[in-house]
């Protein structure tokens, strides 16, 4: 979707070129904007980025109006009204976002002026997060980002990672639980880790990704979501990225207005070997308390692993930027059957 050269044909003022580029754009923002609003890559960095430039035009077109501008310019503005309602659905109220798939802080104009450039160009829309299997769930004490994605750039989906069912959580501003980020695009183990099902706060099964990510920007088979059930306070998902060891993971979140509880299962009748990883900002201090699986992250949160068979905390870093890594650490909780873990605030 090349909207820079859109701007170039528009100096032109030719209106055969015009509904040539015009029209390009169009059929590709039917395939790449989701239902919910969503660009189809799953990126927030990168939605922020087509959102901007598509409000860039959107500004041109009122500033330099020509009659056959104006179909063009309300496709346009409604198409980035919905782009806006995703973002400002899955962002936190201190207006940084998650850093699902390929993103990164920086690379974008900061979010809250996207969005007051926004609400001068467009009409608002509300529209709740849906295809894109993205969910932010918030109380008072918490908000909690969900990932019960499927890729859905099924034909080029070079900034996909392994992620599938992956949460990030922040409590009174603070983040706790947090993606592993993007630190580089180069061809390299720190690219593969970046993108793997270890980085990400999910299951690993037999020490493999749920999804065949390689290369720096390749993905062979697919993790799929295969039951879905969503109620207020309750989300059950099951997805088949380890179908070829005959497990399937299921994950249930369930939450109050102080406490989440995480129910890990996995189904299958062969020996599989389960870890789940929780991966720690590095504002949190882990203190382990008297009670076995039981552990305090800094004063007011405490974890807990039921039915877990070790758990091993170990140092990780993480990436809020480019070329910017973080020291930290994560949870590594291995276990048979099921896991439960409570995080009460």
């Known amino acids: 979707m090349d909207l820079h ?42 939605h922020q980025l087509i959102l901007y430039r598509i409000l860039d035009v959107i500004l041109l077109l009122e500033l330099n109006c020509f009659d056959f501008h104006f179909k063009f310019l309300n496709i346009l503005k409604n198409y980035a009204s919905k782009m806006t309602s995703w973002i400002e659905n899955i962002k936190y109220n201190d207006n940084s976002f998650p850093l699902c798939n390929d993103s990164a802080n920086e690379l974008t104009p900061p979010l809250i002026n996207l969005l007051k450039y926004s609400e001068k160009s467009t009409n608002k829309q509300i529209l709740y997060l849906s295809e894109s299997g993205y969910r932010m769930k918030k109380t008072d004490n918490f908000e909690l980002f969900l990932n019960i994605a499927d890729v859905q750039a099924y034909y080029q989906p070079g900034h996909t990672h392994a992620d599938t069912f992956n949460f990030e959580l922040k409590v009174n501003n603070i983040p706790i639980f947090i993606d592993s980020g993007t630190s580089t695009y180069n061809v390299s183990e720190r690219r593969c880790l970046e993108r793997s099902t270890m980085a990400h706060n999910t299951v690993v099964i037999n020490n493999q990704n749920s999804s065949e990510v390689w290369g720096s920007f390749r993905l062979a088979r697919r993790a799929k979501i295969i039951s879905l059930i969503e109620v207020d306070n309750f989300i059950k998902a099951s997805h088949d990225g380890y179908n070829k060891y005959g497990v ?29 990883y929780f991966h720690l900002s590095n504002q949190i201090k882990i203190v382990q308390s008297t009670k076995n699986c039981n552990f305090f992250l800094g004063e007011n949160i405490s974890i807990s692993f039921e039915n877990s068979n070790n758990i091993k905390i170990k140092n990780f870093r993480y990436a809020l930027e480019f070329n910017k890594l973080i020291d930290s650490k994560c949870f590594s909780v291995s276990f048979k059957g099921y896991l439960t873990t409570r995080i009460k605030i």
Do not use: M, P
């Open 5 to 46: 050269c859109y701007l170039l044909l528009f100096f032109f003022n030719d209106k055969k070129y015009f509904e040539i580029s015009s029209s390009l754009i169009i059929s590709q923002l039917k395939k790449q904007i989701l239902k919910d609003g969503a660009h189809f890559e799953l990126s927030s960095t990168y």
């Open 248 to 276: 399937i993971h299921e994950r249930k979140w369930t939450w109050t207005n102080d406490e989440i509880v995480i129910v890990d299962s996995i189904k299958s009748s062969n020996n599989y070997e389960a870890n789940a």
